[in-house]
């Protein structure tokens, strides 16, 4: 697949690089500010705005609710009287948002180059002709598929056809409880497919469940069969979809190293995408909403080292002043396609709405939301919390 530049071109297979349509107002404009105020005035309540955590604060600054992509879905099915849902998040998200939301509820993400490079490593054709690989293998009566939530609507409807689930970063733990229960328990003979995060299904199976690393193995859609041999797969719990987020990918042992060495009583928290070796090195690790509960709950004066998205942990810097938080890594690890909505998207859309048009609106194909809504109910149905990302 050609690498496509940001915002430029199109590529219906991808989620990143597709063009946004449109006459954008300048970022330089000065009058910005006051026109999406002015815009979100004039929709009052038909249009409900969603932030995700990672988002700028020049656009979380308009959101009616910020949270993770779950709670946010979630958020905005609670909203039937808002005809108009904006999400300022990423493609996935605002597909599970048109999934969980209402018939007439249309909803908007105000650039279509704002995808998931995550997501977009487990295309659906990919894991089609894996499960057909794993059926020659001999595998597959034995295997429930689990899909993170940052996954394109296909996979999840791929998810819900065989019999899985979807699950969030908060509650992998459970999920993969209830799909090896599905074949006879985690000491019996089922296998999970973990879709396509490989970090956080290892560091669920190992970390959470007391797996070994040698119970897990990496499919590689790229190579014959996943790369992997009819043995591997045979005597494997786990089998790890060959994705990664690129954000939290970067966080390095060396980092949590330097942190420990240059701040004096410093608690290591990060997100379970990182890297197992990184998160094996933490004194701590949770979703999002869970790194913001930990660090509000602590007492002030603690020292913080912080693994997730940059324009997070600075919100947690302004939050929270009276806790010393720094960034993991030396290297700045903003997410890029997050950051594709910035405030000339938003008023763009929001303009629009006012004079009646709806731009970039999110529409799953109904046989693809059927299947989807099969595996998030089966989430929902899930013992437990199910917070995210
Ligand atoms: S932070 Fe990672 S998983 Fe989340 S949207 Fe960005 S690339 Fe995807």
């Avoid at 701040?263 to 004194?283: F, L």
């Amino acid at each position: 697949m050609p690498l496509l530049v940001l915002g430029q071109g199109r590529d219906l297979a991808t989620e990143r690089g597709v063009e946004c349509p449109g006459e954008l107002p300048a970022p330089s404009n000065p009058g910005l500010v006051e026109r999406a105020r002015a815009a979100k005035a004039a929709l009052g309540n038909t249009v409900f705005i969603l932030g995700h955590h990672y988002q700028r604060d020049e656009v979380i600054e308009f959101a009616d609710v910020m949270g993770d992509s779950f709670k946010l879905a979630k958020e905005a099915a609670a909203r039937p009287d808002a005809p108009y849902i904006v999400f300022c998040g990423v493609h996935f998200m605002a597909e599970s948002a048109d999934i969980l939301t209402a018939k007439h509820q249309r909803v908007v993400l105000p650039d279509l180059a704002a995808g998931c490079s995550m997501a977009d490593m487990a295309a659906i054709g990919q894991v089609e002709d894996a499960w057909d690989d794993l059926a020659e293998m001999g595998v597959t009566s034995d295997l429930i598929p689990v899909t993170y939530m940052n996954s394109s609507a296909a996979i999840k409807a791929f998810t819900g056809r065989h019999g899985g689930t979807v699950c969030t970063s908060s509650n992998a733990r459970t999920a993969m409880m209830w799909a090896f229960d599905q074949r006879g328990g985690a000491e019996g003979w089922g296998k999970v497919l973990f879709l396509p995060d490989q970090h956080l299904g290892r560091n669920t199976a190992v970390r959470e469940l007391g797996l070994s690393l040698e119970d897990c193995v990496v499919f590689d859609p790229h190579k014959p069969a996943g790369g992997l041999t009819r043995e591997e797969v045979s005597a494997a719990r786990v089998i790890l979809w060959r994705g990664h987020c690129s954000v939290h990918g970067r966080f390095s042992l060396e980092a949590v190293e330097a942190a420990r060495a240059s701040i004096p009583g410093v608690m290591v928290i990060v997100h379970p995408e990182c890297q197992h070796e990184v998160v094996q090195a933490a004194d701590a690790v949770g979703s999002t909403e869970k790194i913001i509960a930990t660090i509000a709950a602590a007492p002030d004066g603690t020292s913080w080292a912080v693994g997730t998205e940059l324009n997070l942990v600075r919100r947690l810097a302004t939050m929270f002043p009276k806790q010393h938080i720094a960034f993991l890594e030396k290297s700045v690890c903003y997410c890029s396609t997050m950051n594709r909505i910035d405030l000339p998207h938003l008023v763009w859309a929001l303009e629009s709405l006012v004079a009646g048009r709806v731009v970039n609106q999110i529409s799953v194909d109904p046989d693809v939301a059927k299947w989807a809504r099969v595996a998030l109910d089966q989430m929902l149905a899930l013992p437990g919390e199910t917070s995210k990302d």
